[in-house]
């Protein structure tokens, strides 16, 4: 059994008689300098945590088989800490957490700023650019391991430069201080939207504008159905395939911040344009995977949803799209041409699931009068896989 205790910028004084105890009769204390520096000497070895952690992680853990040992974490380890990874190695029966208030919740209080309508963005070993799907008019986010310049220079491109910023650093600690950066702060943004920013929402159907694209891009109206049809849940992985802007995986990523993508591009210059578009809109981790499917979809790691905007006429490639999907996965073609339709009915008669044509017609000018001029109707083939 492994103890994990968590402790703030107050160090042992903060400590409840729980936490305290654990760290004064165990045989081993593991910490960085820093959290070490913090607990008295009770004669247990002390251990530093391994740099780089995640590889060394279990090694260490191994060599400290059978001895009673304590992890100190910052605040509540199972609060984007050395908790809950120490959990997915051992198992919960096998870890004890005893948290300490989190730098959230400090955070919170000084604010005075209800927990519950905060939304809290790490950016600890994340590009800056993921604070930017946060950004909402009348938001209040907290950003954890970004600096105020890193997240001031986020605001004003997004359309969010009159946000309120404010630096809390040290918080729980005699040297507690607000506006003064440190090693240990917080970044609150109270987001206000300037008045000509067109806020972006995260339900699906961003306007075709938001993206940069050659051309290559599912439109609006069609984009919203076919995510509608392979539905985001928290936690899911998209194979967006054929990606040409990325539209699909990124508003895919938009509903939840937990969603992951991969955008299969086979042009380099549209592949650099998803990387673009990923990093203006939010969604820096999505995965770019460069090459023609289907042989660019070998490795991938098993998708939740596959979507196939293009290159469904290309031999093998729904073959392998439904292969890799999980069971109770979601696929959805989108289908343009004649050749391509041709494709998705012969799928359609032999796994069944839902076809629907859209036609989409848009008001433009028509001299000096306003008439309708369509779009090519889009063939839209959705079907889950079932649980077997």
């Keep these: 059994m492994i103890t994990v205790v968590g402790i703030g910028a107050d160090g042992w004084d903060g400590l409840v008689p729980a936490s ?4 004064e009769t165990t045989d081993v204390v593991v910490g960085s300098a820093r959290q070490l520096a913090l607990v008295p000497d009770t004669g247990a070895e002390r251990v530093p945590l391994p740099s780089p952690l995640l590889p060394n992680l279990p090694g260490l853990l191994d060599s400290l088989a059978g001895r009673a040992v304590c992890v100190l974490a910052s605040g509540d380890p199972m609060f984007h800490g050395i908790g809950g990874t120490l959990v ?6 096998e870890v004890r957490v005893l948290p300490h208030v989190s730098s959230v919740s400090l955070a919170c209080a000084r604010l005075g700023w209800p927990v519950e309508n905060v939304e809290v963005v790490n950016l600890v070993g ?6 930017r799907a946060a950004l909402q008019p009348r938001r209040r986010i907290l950003v954890l391991g970004g600096s105020a310049e890193v997240v001031t220079g986020m605001l004003d491109p997004a359309g969010y430069g009159p946000s309120r910023v404010t630096v809390l650093s040290d918080l729980g600690a005699p040297t507690e201080s607000t506006g003064v950066e440190s090693g240990l702060q917080v970044i609150a943004v109270d987001c206000v939207a300037a008045p000509d920013a067109q806020p972006l929402a995260r339900v ?18 069609v984009r919203a159905a076919s995510l509608s049809r392979l539905a985001p849940l928290p936690g899911d992985l998209l194979w967006d395939v054929g990606a040409g802007a990325g539209s699909i995986a990124i508003e895919w990523m938009r509903t939840h911040p937990a969603c992951r993508a991969v955008a299969v591009e086979s042009h380099p210059d549209r592949a650099a344009r998803v990387r673009r578009n990923a990093d203006t809109l939010g969604v820096p981790a999505l995965r770019v995977a460069e090459g023609r499917a289907p042989a660019a979809l070998d490795g991938l790691p098993v998708p939740d949803a596959v979507f196939v905007g293009g290159g469904l006429t ?18 959805v073609a989108n289908a343009v041409t004649l050749e391509s339709e041709a494709v998705v009915a012969g799928w ?23 008439g309708w001029r369509p779009a090519m109707p889009v063939t839209i083939w959705s079907v889950r896989k079932e649980n077997t």
């Excluded at 305290?20 to 760290?23: T, W």
């Excluded at 997915?88 to 029966?93: D, K, T, Y």
């Excluded at 994340?126 to 604070?131: S, V």
């Excluded at 290309?314 to 696929?331: K, S």
């Design 20 to 23: 305290r105890r654990a760290v």
């Design 126 to 131: 994340r590009p800056p650019a993921a604070l």
């Design 348 to 370: 359609y008669g032999r796994l069944g699931g839902e076809l629907v044509r859209l036609a989409v017609q848009r008001a433009a000018p028509v001299g000096g009068f306003t």
């Design 204 to 221: 699906p159907g961003l306007p075709d504008d938001a993206f940069e694209h050659d051309g290559q891009l599912t439109k609006r109206e």
């Design 314 to 331: 290309a031999p093998g490639q729904v073959e392998a799209c439904w292969a890799a999907l999980r069971p109770g996965g979601r696929l």
């Design 88 to 93: 997915r190695l051992l198992g919960a029966g």
